[in-house]
């Protein structure tokens, strides 16, 4: 009888706990969802629950559409919270305090790139516009996600890609670059730039070109070059370089086709094509074209196979 009375206490104490730290998550969030980084409240206006289409300079959600993967990372960072309390207020902070996937990049992004004198809002700012007016980044966005999930074995889950993840975050800063780039913000293209490569180890000048569904994968080590051009579904491995021979001006650098696989170490250099669907061996030095669905390997690379 004795036992049976400890064991129900302690069942009703264990209980007593698991609902005060879930009141606590609750209010936590609850408090935090008023803010931006910057302490002002988020403003629905300016941040998209769901895929929109541009009419001059702001986002009309369509009616009709939903967003699943954001939602689908709302539903993980809350079982997290649960699984892990230490974290709570983490991914509270970083997914459940915002109203947008949009938002939430934009905090990651501004938490990581920050520097003494560029403040974090002033790049909240500065990304939330950028990925807020650009439908085609936001669908990049979750077709970059949806491609780490798929391909890449280590990852468990989309915020675990979201959070986690430098070569997502990397690639992403990179596509407001290239943005910035474009519009002729050309310094503050560099700036980001430069703090993507002394924070994640990834160096894109904002000029390179880049489609959707990317892995990058560990990323570390990853030069891609001013006139680079990569396809979708390209997967990179870490160490890759798309660089230059150093004889030419201009148009210098490789162009990367559609579904194209380049393993760890390789180097392609050149103003040359990989055609689609063709994959390049670890550590090759590739400095001629390759044709589409064939597979190349050594230094300087040869082909071995057609697929």
Known sequence: MAASIDNSTSHVRNFMADSHCRCQVSNFCRLIKMCTPSGRRIDSANSICQYG?????????????????????????????????ILSKYYCSSILSHNSLESALASQLAIKLCKVNISREALYDVFLKALVEDGDIQHAIRDDLKAVKERDPACISYVHCFLNFKGFLACQAHRVAHKLWLN???????????????????????GAKIGQGIVFDHATG???????????????????????????????????????????GAKILGNIKI???AKIGAGSVVLKE?????????NPARLVGLR
């Not at 390759?290 to 050594?298: C, D, K, M, Q, Y």
């Open 184 to 206: 002729g913000r050309t310094v503050l293209a560099i700036f980001i730039q430069n703090q993507v490569s002394e924070v994640f180890a990834v160096d894109i000048h904002p």
């Open 53 to 85: 289409v541009k009419d001059s300079s702001k986002v009309i959600p369509q009616e009709c559409s939903e967003d699943d993967i954001w939602q689908k990372m709302q539903e993980e960072a809350k079982f997290y919270t649960k699984q892990e309390p």
């Open 222 to 264: 990853i030069v891609i070059g001013e006139t680079a051009v990569i396809g979708n579904r390209v997967t990179i491995l870490h160490d890759v370089t798309l660089g230059g021979t150093g004889k030419i001006k201009g148009d210098r650098h490789p162009k990367i086709g559609d579904g194209v696989m380049i393993g760890a």
């Open 275 to 277: 055609g689609e669907n």
């Open 290 to 298: 390759i044709p589409p669905r064939a597979t190349a390997v050594g």
